[in-house]
Each structure stands twice: as structure tokens, then as C-alpha cells.
């Protein structure tokens, strides 16, 4: 088929940076049409069809923060905000295998988690106090950053701040740490301190409910995939799934994009919001910028590690559960969510962030790890076995925030004004999120309506 002076911008990518830039230039007025190369939008944030439950499953539970606004406006618009449930409290399995809750209660930010962190056995007055001076230290170091002031050392690691604000050893590993990893995707040794700074800052001093984590009730290729094609549609705009494009050229003030079945599509325009991997092999030669044509060569891939299991009986767990000191990070209890696939029993799946000697391990090996941990947040010394189990380790996840990566983060604008691309990789100034890869969608999508005036 050939669609050629049908539209005026071709998005390529449906992960959430092209979702985000095919929703806001269509809303724009711009007739969009999105290419995709699997079957279902969302790219790393979205899901696979298991063959054993013949249900959909995410490559790896995504949870977001309230500080994700942009992310935010992109549910709105897809109506399907009402996905995400935020858990006023969450469960941790302390290191010496005690258990305790965290949520908030009356008193002003940021001792509102100070009576539930009180609790957990292992932290005292005197972690919590090396908690607020690194609270401090991360709120001067980000304005000092955003003064433009070499205060705010690009070169530094988040370690160094917490080692210049003497974070004792326990409130390092059970307050401190799992934040860094969900956020960030990275040992606090490897994530610069800007980033651990913005994580913190966002996740305890941004407000009462900043602490909150936002987790799907539905499958992410769910969430992504037909209210982005009815939204589009409804604007004059499409998408095709399975369609992988191989090629792209300049055709003078347009664009001609080609797929594997020789399909062609031809624009005024282009969005590649691709993998940093991907866009050199796609994009037409000389298109792109020198930041850009090195990006992945500059940027450190990390990995997460997800573990699906299915019980045939109900397991007694809550929702979340953080792990602080152990292999497995979080444990969600999917069952537990209403509309879930799930007919009896209980769906488990974990999260481990940024861990590259588990990531390493066979899927036997990472089985018994996870299900050691399981055990320990069950509370039995009972060996449990899952009926049937995944386990998904993704290699190159994300990239490490580390000291001095926004040097390396291109802008969206290549040397051609018709083209532009887009991804959690980009100059965000935020870690490699959904989050992330909404504002480059967003900045992508502005950055063509101002040329295409
Ligand atoms: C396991 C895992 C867990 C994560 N957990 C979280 C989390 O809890 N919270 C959070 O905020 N973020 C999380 N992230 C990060 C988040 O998923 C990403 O930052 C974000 O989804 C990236 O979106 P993107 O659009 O930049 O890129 P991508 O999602 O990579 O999108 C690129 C798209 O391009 C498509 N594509 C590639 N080649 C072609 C081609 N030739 N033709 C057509 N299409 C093509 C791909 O299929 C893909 O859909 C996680 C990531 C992973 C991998």
C-alpha cells in the first residue's frame, strides 16, 4: 500500500516517547500515522502474550510516582488514568526478617513518614537524623545544580553526597536505597548525584503523598494500546502494529518510510522514537547529529530482572512489597488487582533494578533466589513451588544515570528540521523512565509543530 502525501508526520516507535508525540500532534491537528514493530504499543513499558496462561503479561511491573506528570497527561488523554492505583502503604520485609508498613500520617513533610519509618525495626533516631541531613544536601545540591553553580558537581556520585551527609549504614540500606534503585536503575555508587538528589527529593520531600507508588490494574499493553488507536483515529490519525520499519529516506521536503513487507508510507514530516540502539541503522544518512549518532556508544546499559509466577493456591501478601538488603526488590501481588487474568490462585511477579551479577544468572538459578525471598516475605520456612513461572531479565533496560550523562543526552532536533527523534534517552534531565520518555515525546511533538508552521 502506499499512503504517499496522506500524512503529515510519520511517528516510528510506539513506545511511550512516540505514543506521547503521535497523541499530542494529532490533538494538534496534524494527521499522524504511528508505526510499531510489535503487536502491542507501549515498547519496554507493555506486555507479551504467555502461551502457558494465555494471558497478557508485562515484560516487567512498571510503577510510577506522583511526580510524573507528563506520563500523567499522557493517561488523561488516553482515559485510562483510572488504571492506576496508588497504594496509600506499603510492605517491607526488613533485613532481619521482620516486616513493617510504610505510609503517611499527619505531621508536615517530611516527618510525615517519620512514625511508620520509626517502626521498622532496625532504624533509630539517629538513621532517621542522617536521613534529613541527606535530604538537605540533595536539596542544595539541585539548586546549586539549577544556579548553574559547580556546587553542583555533575561529576559527583550519589555515594559521595551520602557520604558527605554521613548516611548511617541501615538508613542507607532500608530507606535510601530502594528508592535509588526503582528509580534510577543503578547502584547508588553508579547513579550521579543529581539524579539520586531528584530521586530522593521526589520521592519523600515532594509532597505527602510523593512516597505513594502508582501500579497498573491492567496489562501495559492494555493501557497503551487501543485507547491510543481510538484516540488517534478520532482525530484523523492511525497506527499499524507489526509493522517493522527497514528503511527511511529524505524524499527533498518529506520523508518516505519503508517496512519489512515493503509497505511504504510518505509524511512531511518524521518521529523516530526509537531505541538509541535502533536509530543509527534507521535513520537516513546524515540526518543525525553527532551527539546523536553516538549516544549508544556513550551510555551505560542497566538491567532489571523480572520474575512471574503462578500459585495454584492464595498466597497471603500484599500488594507491594520492598525488599531492602535482599536479591528480589519488590514482590506485587497481581492477584490481588480486580480485573486481573488470573482465574484462582495467586499471580506473583518481582522486580529486581540494576543488578548485573543476578542478571547474569541462569533462570533456574534466579527462580531460587526469587523464591527464597518469597518464602521469607511469606513468612514460612516451607519450600513453595509455582505452577508455572517466567523469568525475564532484560539486559539493557535502561541506561545508568551516572556522573556526567547529560553531557552525552542529545536534544530531540537533528540537522533537519522534518525529522526529530525522541526516547528516555534524550536530554529529559530525568533517569531513564516513563516519566522520562513522555517529555521527550513531548518535546519531540513541539519541536515539529514550530517547523511544520
Ligand atoms: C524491565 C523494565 C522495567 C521498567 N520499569 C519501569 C518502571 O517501573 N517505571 C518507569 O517509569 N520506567 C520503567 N522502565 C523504563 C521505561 O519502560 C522506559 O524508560 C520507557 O518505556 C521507554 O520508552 P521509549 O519510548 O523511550 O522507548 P521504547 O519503549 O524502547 O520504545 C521504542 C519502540 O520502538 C519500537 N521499534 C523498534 N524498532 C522498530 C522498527 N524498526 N520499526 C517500528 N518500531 C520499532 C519498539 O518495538 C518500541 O515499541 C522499565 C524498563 C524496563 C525494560
Known sequence: MNAAGVFDVIVVGGGVSGITAAVRL???????MLLEKRAYLGGRASSFLDQHTHTLIDHSQHVMLECCTEF????????????????????????????????????????????????????????????????????????????????????????????????TPSARRIIVEPLIFSACNAPIEEVSAKYGAMAISDGIMAGRRAYRIGVPRVP????????????????????????????????GPGVRVRDIAGRSWAANACVLALPYGRLVRLAPDRVLTSQQASVAERLVPSPIVAAH?????????????????RATHWIFHRTCAPNAHCAAGSYITTVTSG????????????????????????????????????VVRERSATFVPAPGVDRFRPAVHTRYPEFVVAGDWTDTGWPATME??????????AALLASLR
Open 72 to 167: 500523567d497527561t499522557l493517561l488523561r488523554a488516553l482515559n485510562v488514568s483510572h488504571h492506576i492505583r496508588y497504594l496509600d502503604q506499603i510492605r517491607y520485609l526488613l533485613p532481619d526478617g521482620s516486616q513493617a508498613a510504610l505510609s503517611a500520617c499527619a505531621l508536615p513533610v517530611p516527618y510525615h513518614l517519620l512514625p511508620s519509618l520509626l517502626m521498622m525495626r532496625g532504624l533509630g533516631m539517629r538513621d532517621i537524623l542522617s536521613v534529613n541531613r541527606l535530604l538537605k544536601a540533595a536539596r542544595s545540591s539541585l539548586d546549586l545544580a539549577e544556579a548553574g553553580s559547580a556546587g553542583g558537581n555533575e561529576e559527583s556520585t550519589f555515594d559521595d553526597l551520602c557520604r558527605q551527609a554521613r548516611l
Open 220 to 251: 501495559l499493553a492494555e493501557l497503551f494500546t487501543d485507547p491510543t488507536i481510538e484516540l488517534l483515529r478520532r482525530n484523523g490519525s492511525d497506527a499499524r502494529l507489526q509493522t517493522n520499519v527497514v528503511s527511511m529516506e529524505r524524499t
Open 355 to 390: 543488578d548485573r551479577s543476578l542478571a547474569s544468572l541462569s533462570g533456574s538459578r534466579i527462580l531460587e533466589i526469587v523464591l527464597r525471598d518469597l518464602q521469607a516475605a511469606l513468612g514460612t520456612t516451607m519450600s513453595i513451588r509455582p505452577v508455572h513461572h517466567r
Open 436 to 445: 522520562g520518555a513522555a517529555r521527550s515525546g513531548r518535546s519531540a511533538a
Open 26 to 32: 494529532s490533538a494538534a491537528g496534524r494527521r499522524v
Open 309 to 325: 509466577l503462578w500459585f495454584d493456591e492464595d498466597l497471603r501478601l500484599p500488594e507491594a512489597t520492598c525488599l531492602p538488603g
